[in-house]
């Protein structure tokens, strides 16, 4: 039997719990890159959600649309996407919509309530269908409650990050290392990183380290361990940064997907990560990055020294690792998508 596909794009609404403000924040960006591309493809699209803010860091052309929590008073839709999981119970309560829930983090490692980490823990029971930005999360879900999850992966702009044909960096005489992160939560990894930071001072002169977040909070002990501390960059010198680094290091525990990384290989630069879940879906040991076990201080050190001193496989696992970035672009994200929600529909 034929199965007939619907040809009416049916009405896409994201909720989320907060949006906006100066800071760039990767699981916000992700929404506004899914509603922009989504938009791009002639669908109808909103954002809901309870705090909205002007967003300068994206040229977005969809107007959030604030509404209070639990509120059923929404306009018209035919999707309703959770994306936070205290916005996952507000999305089950809806009826006559179709029910999805993207995941970009196992969020329950948020939360240092034993109350609020079973309330995140039990959303992915829920009867929403899981949409995962990596299969790290997939498998993880599955692992927990038995059920699949579809997993349509993350993306960046690979070409925003790659200098122009004939150009080329300036590079300082030292080498360059580099790390980004959000901010100083314990699972990113900040105390071995500094660790690391701290025992390379030591050891080497031949270095200059700088150290991106958007937290303006750091130890003063930490602050001696590198030369530059930079808070919250514009996305131009952000791109700037990832140029001129040598190597550029990754701490967290866990990461859904984690886009730093991903955002430097596409710059043509050498990564140094933690294994931390999500980074598995593009990152590959010996191939196009060094990847150590969470929480080795030793392993992190040695393969970062083991490095400064071979610029050739330096530059032979970052010519590997922009190639890989090169293939996760926003166009195979949405087709992925749109192949979910049109599939659902003709159901």
Not at 24 to 48: D, F, K
Request: aromatic residues 12%; neutral net charge; glycine residues 4%.
């Amino acid at each position: 039997m034929l199965k007939l596909i619907m040809t009416t794009k049916p009405i896409i609404s994201y909720l989320t719990w907060a949006i906006g403000g100066k800071q760039v924040m990767g699981g916000i960006r992700v929404i506004l890159e899914q509603t922009h591309h989504l938009l791009e493809r002639g669908y109808h699209v909103n954002i809901l959600t309870h705090q909205s803010k002007e967003i300068p860091w994206f040229d977005s052309k969809i107007k959030p649309i604030v509404i209070p929590e639990f509120s059923t008073d929404i306009p018209k839709t035919d999707i309703l996407v959770a994306s936070y999981w205290p916005t996952a119970y507000e999305v089950n309560n809806f009826t006559d919509v179709r029910k999805y829930y993207l995941v970009q983090h196992y969020e329950p490692l948020f939360e240092n309530n034993s109350v609020a980490f079973e309330l995140a823990k039990n959303t992915y029971r829920l009867p929403l269908k899981k949409l995962t930005v990596s299969h790290w999360i997939s498998d993880k879900l599955e692992k927990e409650t038995q059920q699949k999850s579809s997993c349509i992966s993350n993306a960046i702009q690979p070409q925003k990050f790659q200098l122009p044909e004939g150009f080329a960096v300036n590079k300082p005489e030292k080498t360059q290392i580099l790390a980004v992160a959000s901010d100083m939560a314990r699972w990113k990894g900040i105390e071995e990183l500094f660790l690391v930071f701290k025992k390379l001072k030591e050891t080497r002169t031949d270095i200059e380290i700088t150290f991106i977040t958007s937290d303006k909070r750091i130890n003063s002990h930490h602050k001696q361990c590198i030369d530059n501390f930079i808070v919250s960059p514009i996305q131009e010198a952000l791109i700037a940064y990832y140029q001129r680094a040598d190597l550029f290091i990754h701490t967290s525990y866990y990461e859904g997907f984690g886009l730093p990384p991903l955002e430097a290989m596409a710059a043509n630069t050498c990564i140094v990560a933690v294994d931390s879940g999500g980074i598995n879906d593009y990152a590959k040991h010996n191939e196009n990055a060094i990847i150590v076990p969470a929480r080795d201080y030793d392993a992190l050190f040695l393969s970062i020294y083991f490095l400064l001193d071979r610029p050739a496989i330096r530059e032979k696992l970052a010519f590997n690792a922009q190639k890989t970035a090169q293939q996760f672009t926003w166009n195979k994200v949405i087709d992925k998508l749109e192949n979910i929600f049109l599939e659902d529909s003709s159901n």
